[in-house]
């Protein structure tokens, strides 16, 4: 007779590898994508390496629970649609329909209850992490889910400081204090969370062999770390881009000049490296920005 389990373990896939980036995504914007595709193309070649499936989605929430209004979930869900139509990303909509406030503690429990022998990465910035102490459970996050903690910089610091290194390091002195700055970042966590740290993607994929779909036992040894990725990503602020679109005088005026600006919109991969001239377009997929002035989100009375 042939041998039944060893069959079944041969045709058994490889844990998959999921990572999550929550968010209001009102609108989604460039800064976003730029957080999820970092994140995606660290973690192909290891994927592929180890023959394991790789899932990056954006996460979009009802409604924060530090907001008091966000725009409908259906234009929300179509912009995020737009924005990664030509990419490798995917869009979870585990918290989209749901009643708000919807809280992340509550999501990081149903996904691992989901996948529980998945490799599983909420995608956060430093300002995130750094007030996870004010989230609803937030420093129980862990107990589910790694961590994957961007320093996020304004667009300005940026490139000051991309200038300085080149301008002032050799490769190795720039390695050097890049592990400075992460450090420096390490110690700025809740106490907490400090001793999670670890120093490569690599180390948040390790399979989950002792997982359970209780929720009191999924914590292990595989689980529950933070890794730091001290690259500075811009930060680029929905709150700002809607101030941006809010009309002054009336609609046909906006109408008038968004006319005008889709007509000199630069192409996505100059908008992706922040080069083009038409400040809205740096910051959003022209799919997206067209989107918002057709359906004419984000007046003034809208997000008083």
Do not use: C
Request: no cysteine; hydrophobic share 40%; glycine share 2%.
């Amino acid at each position: 007779m042939p041998n039944t389990s060893k069959n079944s373990q041969k045709n058994t896939p490889a844990p998959a590898i999921r990572a999550y980036l929550g968010g209001s995504f009102d609108p989604v914007h460039d800064g976003h994508l730029q957080m999820a595709m970092t994140v995606y193309q660290r973690l192909l070649p290891i994927a592929k390496q180890q023959q394991r499936a790789l899932h990056v989605s954006l996460l979009p929430n009802a409604r924060s629970p530090f907001k008091e209004k966000s725009t409908a979930p259906k234009h929300r869900l179509a912009m995020l649609k737009l924005a990664t139509l030509h990419t490798p990303l995917q869009i979870n909509e585990l918290e989209l329909w749901q009643t708000p406030p919807v809280y992340t503690i509550d999501s990081v429990r149903t996904l691992r209850q989901r996948y529980p022998h998945d490799s599983l990465i909420f995608i956060i910035g430093m300002d995130s992490a750094l007030s996870l102490s004010k989230w609803k459970n937030g420093l129980e996050l862990t107990d589910y889910v790694n961590l994957w903690v961007f320093n996020r910089d304004d667009l300005s610091d940026i490139n000051h400081k991309n200038n300085h290194l080149l301008a002032t390091t050799s490769h190795s002195a720039n390695k050097t204090l890049v592990a400075q700055d992460t450090m420096n970042l390490h110690i700025q966590l809740p106490a907490q969370l400090q001793s999670l740290r670890i120093d490569a993607p690599i180390d948040l994929l390790q399979p989950t062999s002792q997982a359970s779909t209780d929720s009191r036992l999924l914590k292990n040894t595989h689980q529950g770390h933070i890794y730091i990725d001290s690259r500075p990503i811009a930060t680029i602020s929905s709150t700002q881009i809607r101030q941006q679109l809010q009309p002054t005088d009336n609609l046909s005026n906006i109408i008038s000049a968004a006319a005008r600006q889709m007509t000199s919109i630069a192409p996505i991969n100059d908008i992706i490296d922040n080069t083009a001239p038409n400040p809205l377009a740096k910051w959003l997929n022209p799919a997206v920005y067209q989107y918002i002035i057709a359906h004419q989100l984000y007046s003034a009375a809208q997000f008083r």
